[in-house]
Every structure is written in structure tokens, then in C-alpha cells.
């Protein structure tokens, strides 16, 4: 099992950057694939973006590519930059884990989420 916490959320105005952290603790980080999905009010949690364990192949939802970018270090931290925010990107971002599956459908593991607000 794999404990996960987020940080760096916070409110920006639109065009702003912000760069989420996700902290894993527990069982050892480099098998798991991560991720990162987001829930707006009032709608469905959706995908945003993902890596792979080896930290290579990533992947990425349409409204995000080309301004976020999902990375991992070795000290079992997941980061993910985002650039060019919009006000649309407001939503509280959580932080999945999966040993078997690329999450980009659901994970295994989920944080508590940090809240993102972005104003226009």
C-alpha cells in the first residue's frame, strides 16, 4: 500500500503557473504508475495526466497538452507543472497511484487532493 499526499495548490490568476507536488509513502515508489486527475464543481472527476513507473511514456488529457507536464523523481515525489492556467483548470487536483494499470481511467491509490483556483 501506498500513502499519498498533494501540496502546492493554491489561488492564481489566469495565464499563472502553479506546481503541484505529490508525496507517496509506504511500500516502495518506483512500481507504481501515477497520476493526476481533477474534480470541478458540480461535475465528474476527470483525467489530467500520467507516467509511467520507469518514468518515461507520458500521458496527457486534450485540455491540458502543450501547458502541463507530469513528472517523477526517485524520492517518491510526483510533480506537475502547469502553465498558461485557465479559469476552466479550477478544480480540486488529486494525486493516484496504480501498479498495474497507467491511470488514466481510475487508480488504485488516491490522495486527499489540493485545491486549484484560478481566476479570469
Known amino acids: 500500500q501506498v500513502q499519498l499526499v498533494e501540496s502546492g495548490g493554491g489561488l492564481v490568476q489566469a495565464g499563472g503557473s502553479l506546481r503541484l507536488s505529490c508525496a507517496a509513502s509506504g511500500r516502495t515508489f518506483t512500481i507504481y504508475h501515477m497520476g493526476w486527475f481533477r474534480q470541478a464543481p458540480g461535475k465528474e472527476r476527470e483525467f489530467v495526466a500520467a507516467i509511467v513507473k520507469a518514468g518515461g511514456s507520458t500521458y496527457y488529457a486534450d485540455s491540458v497538452k502543450g501547458r502541463f507536464t507530469i513528472s517523477r523523481d526517485n524520492a517518491k515525489n510526483t510533480y506537475l507543472q502547469m502553465n498558461s492556467l485557465k479559469p476552466e483548470d479550477t478544480a480540486v487536483y488529486y494525486c493516484?497511484?496504480?501498479?498495474?494499470?497507467?491511470?488514466?481511467?481510475?487508480?488504485?491509490?488516491w490522495g486527499q487532493g489540493t485545491q486549484v483556483t484560478v481566476s479570469a
Open positions: 493516484t497511484a496504480d501498479p498495474i494499470r497507467v491511470p488514466t481511467l481510475d487508480g488504485r491509490f
